[in-house]
């Protein structure tokens, strides 16, 4: 399984699991905004985990999470 495989599991495939991806799950107009930024730590490494090789992915680290489009947490 590639990243981005996991990555659309994880999240609008949870949320169509429970009947509820037309408000949550993917970033798009409308939907619920519950969402974590993440940055890479490396700069030599491309911050996009969803072109990532497996063994990147522990490049990078949490910056930032909202939910309800509100900011709970930053670094």
Known sequence: MSV??????????????EGSGERKGSIEPGKLADLVLVE????????????MDI???????AVMTLIGGQVVWER
């Open 4 to 17: 981005a495989e996991a990555l659309r599991a994880y999240t609008l495939g949870g949320a169509e699991a």
């Open 55 to 61: 063994a990147q992915v522990s490049n990078l680290r």
């Open 40 to 51: 890479a730590v490396n700069p030599r490494v491309d911050g996009d985990p969803t072109g």
